[in-house]
Protein backbone atom coordinates (compact mmCIF):
# COMPACT_ATOMS: atom_id res chain seq x y z
CA UNK A 1 0.00 0.00 0.00
CA UNK A 2 1.20 3.47 -0.74
CA UNK A 3 0.97 6.49 1.13
CA UNK A 4 1.54 10.06 0.95
CA UNK A 5 2.34 12.39 3.94
CA UNK A 6 1.45 15.83 2.70
CA UNK A 7 3.20 18.00 5.55
CA UNK A 8 1.28 21.35 6.11
CA UNK A 9 2.06 24.56 8.00
CA UNK A 10 2.79 28.30 8.46
CA UNK A 11 6.18 29.24 6.81
CA UNK A 12 8.61 28.66 9.41
CA UNK A 13 6.31 26.40 11.39
CA UNK A 14 9.25 23.54 10.56
CA UNK A 15 7.79 21.55 8.19
CA UNK A 16 11.73 20.82 7.25
CA UNK A 17 13.03 19.92 10.55
CA UNK A 18 10.24 17.37 10.99
CA UNK A 19 11.18 15.81 7.89
CA UNK A 20 14.81 15.88 8.99
CA UNK A 21 14.01 13.95 12.52
CA UNK A 22 12.31 11.28 10.18
CA UNK A 23 15.54 11.24 7.37
CA UNK A 24 16.85 8.06 8.77
CA UNK A 25 13.76 6.39 7.30
CA UNK A 26 14.65 6.82 4.10
CA UNK A 27 11.56 8.35 2.87
CA UNK A 28 11.70 10.35 -0.53
CA UNK A 29 10.23 13.92 -0.25
CA UNK A 30 9.16 16.20 -2.50
CA UNK A 31 10.07 20.06 -1.55
CA UNK A 32 7.57 22.14 -3.23
CA UNK A 33 9.32 25.34 -2.09
CA UNK A 34 12.50 23.99 -4.09
CA UNK A 35 10.33 23.66 -6.73
CA UNK A 36 8.87 27.19 -6.37
CA UNK A 37 12.15 28.96 -6.21
CA UNK A 38 13.62 27.07 -9.00
CA UNK A 39 10.50 28.27 -10.87
CA UNK A 40 10.98 31.52 -9.78
CA UNK A 41 14.66 30.98 -11.03
CA UNK A 42 13.93 30.09 -14.57
CA UNK A 43 11.06 32.78 -15.51
CA UNK A 44 14.44 35.06 -14.35
CA UNK A 45 12.39 37.06 -11.35
CA UNK A 46 14.67 38.33 -8.06
CA UNK A 47 13.90 35.47 -5.38
CA UNK A 48 11.76 37.28 -2.73
CA UNK A 49 8.33 36.24 -0.98
CA UNK A 50 5.99 38.13 -3.34
CA UNK A 51 7.71 36.54 -6.58
CA UNK A 52 7.58 33.16 -5.16
CA UNK A 53 3.81 33.72 -4.04
CA UNK A 54 3.73 34.92 -8.02
CA UNK A 55 5.00 31.58 -9.44
CA UNK A 56 3.47 29.57 -6.54
CA UNK A 57 -0.27 30.96 -7.69
CA UNK A 58 0.21 31.38 -11.72
CA UNK A 59 1.25 27.30 -11.25
CA UNK A 60 -1.53 26.45 -9.44
CA UNK A 61 -3.81 28.29 -11.75
CA UNK A 62 -2.41 27.13 -14.72
CA UNK A 63 -2.75 23.10 -13.37
CA UNK A 64 -5.87 23.66 -10.76
CA UNK A 65 -3.51 22.87 -8.30
CA UNK A 66 -0.04 23.15 -7.70
CA UNK A 67 -0.04 18.55 -7.16
CA UNK A 68 -1.34 18.43 -10.36
CA UNK A 69 1.74 20.01 -11.58
CA UNK A 70 3.96 17.55 -9.51
CA UNK A 71 1.62 14.95 -9.85
CA UNK A 72 4.03 12.98 -12.84
CA UNK A 73 6.98 12.86 -9.98
CA UNK A 74 4.99 11.85 -6.91
CA UNK A 75 3.24 8.73 -9.58
CA UNK A 76 7.21 7.85 -10.48
CA UNK A 77 8.49 7.84 -6.72
CA UNK A 78 5.12 5.61 -5.33
CA UNK A 79 6.08 3.01 -8.12
CA UNK A 80 9.43 2.39 -6.30
CA UNK A 81 8.45 3.67 -2.61
CA UNK A 82 5.49 2.78 0.12
CA UNK A 83 5.66 6.29 1.53
CA UNK A 84 6.60 10.05 0.03
CA UNK A 85 6.38 13.20 2.25
CA UNK A 86 5.35 16.49 -0.13
CA UNK A 87 6.74 19.27 1.89
CA UNK A 88 4.45 21.08 1.33
CA UNK A 89 0.37 21.81 0.73
CA UNK A 90 -0.13 25.44 0.69
CA UNK A 91 -3.05 25.68 -0.88
CA UNK A 92 -6.70 24.51 -0.42
CA UNK A 93 -6.89 23.05 -3.99
CA UNK A 94 -3.48 21.33 -2.91
CA UNK A 95 -5.58 18.63 -0.81
CA UNK A 96 -8.68 17.18 -3.19
CA UNK A 97 -5.96 17.34 -5.94
CA UNK A 98 -3.69 15.06 -4.44
CA UNK A 99 -6.85 12.70 -3.42
CA UNK A 100 -7.64 12.59 -7.33
CA UNK A 101 -4.60 10.43 -7.78
CA UNK A 102 -3.48 9.12 -4.59
CA UNK A 103 -6.34 7.80 -2.80
CA UNK A 104 -4.44 7.44 0.82
CA UNK A 105 -3.32 10.89 1.68
CA UNK A 106 -2.17 11.55 5.91
CA UNK A 107 -2.22 14.86 6.08
CA UNK A 108 -0.35 16.59 8.78
CA UNK A 109 0.12 20.09 10.16
CA UNK A 110 3.58 21.71 11.68
CA UNK A 111 2.18 24.32 14.02
CA UNK A 112 4.41 26.94 16.04
CA UNK A 113 3.48 30.22 16.76
CA UNK A 114 4.19 33.34 14.93
CA UNK A 115 7.32 34.57 17.09
CA UNK A 116 8.54 31.52 16.96
CA UNK A 117 7.98 31.12 13.12
CA UNK A 118 9.45 34.68 12.52
CA UNK A 119 12.49 33.95 14.66
CA UNK A 120 13.48 30.69 12.92
CA UNK A 121 13.46 32.48 9.39
CA UNK A 122 15.29 34.93 10.50
CA UNK A 123 17.82 32.68 11.68
CA UNK A 124 17.43 30.50 8.43
CA UNK A 125 17.56 33.27 5.81
CA UNK A 126 16.09 30.86 3.04
CA UNK A 127 15.86 32.74 -0.12
CA UNK A 128 12.43 34.09 -0.19
CA UNK A 129 11.82 34.73 3.19
CA UNK A 130 10.59 38.08 4.44
CA UNK A 131 13.31 40.43 5.77
CA UNK A 132 11.02 42.21 7.87
CA UNK A 133 8.14 41.81 10.39
CA UNK A 134 6.07 43.36 8.14
CA UNK A 135 7.07 41.38 5.04
CA UNK A 136 6.45 38.20 7.61
CA UNK A 137 2.80 39.37 8.41
CA UNK A 138 2.24 39.63 5.22
CA UNK A 139 3.62 36.44 4.38
CA UNK A 140 1.11 35.00 6.67
CA UNK A 141 -2.20 37.07 5.50
CA UNK A 142 -1.03 35.68 1.95
CA UNK A 143 -0.95 31.76 3.53
CA UNK A 144 -4.22 32.30 5.40
CA UNK A 145 -5.86 33.86 2.10
CA UNK A 146 -4.25 30.58 -0.29
CA UNK A 147 -6.15 28.16 2.82
CA UNK A 148 -3.07 26.94 4.66
CA UNK A 149 -5.57 27.34 8.29
CA UNK A 150 -7.82 25.46 6.94
CA UNK A 151 -5.29 22.65 5.92
CA UNK A 152 -4.28 23.00 9.06
CA UNK A 153 -7.81 22.34 10.37
CA UNK A 154 -8.51 19.26 8.56
CA UNK A 155 -5.38 17.51 9.17
CA UNK A 156 -5.17 13.93 10.49
CA UNK A 157 -2.49 14.84 12.72
CA UNK A 158 -1.44 18.46 13.99
CA UNK A 159 2.10 18.57 15.41
CA UNK A 160 3.21 21.49 17.76
CA UNK A 161 6.62 22.56 17.40
CA UNK A 162 6.78 25.21 20.25
CA UNK A 163 9.42 23.35 21.77
CA UNK A 164 12.95 22.14 21.33
CA UNK A 165 14.14 20.45 17.90
CA UNK A 166 14.44 16.95 20.34
CA UNK A 167 10.80 17.53 21.45
CA UNK A 168 10.04 17.87 17.58
CA UNK A 169 11.75 15.14 16.34
CA UNK A 170 10.25 13.13 19.23
CA UNK A 171 6.85 13.97 18.01
CA UNK A 172 8.02 13.31 14.16
CA UNK A 173 9.24 9.65 15.10
CA UNK A 174 6.56 8.71 17.24
CA UNK A 175 3.88 10.02 14.64
CA UNK A 176 5.78 8.32 11.99
CA UNK A 177 6.38 4.44 13.42
CA UNK A 178 2.74 4.52 13.80
CA UNK A 179 1.81 5.13 10.14
CA UNK A 180 4.33 2.44 9.42
CA UNK A 181 2.86 0.02 12.03
CA UNK A 182 -0.48 0.49 10.30
CA UNK A 183 1.22 -0.80 6.94
Not at 3 to 10: E, K, P, R
Not at 81 to 91: A, S
Not at 144 to 162: A, F, H, P, Q
Request: hydrophobic share 40%.
Amino acid sequence: MNAVIGLTGYSGAGKGSFYDSIRDYNIPRIITGDITREEVKKRGYALNAKNLAVVANSIAKKYGSYMNFIKKNVQDILVKHDLLVIDCLKQWSDYPALLNYCSNVILVAIDAGMINRYERMNERRRGGDPASLKAFLKLDENETLRGVGELVSLSDCVISNNGTKEDLRNKSVKFLESIICSF
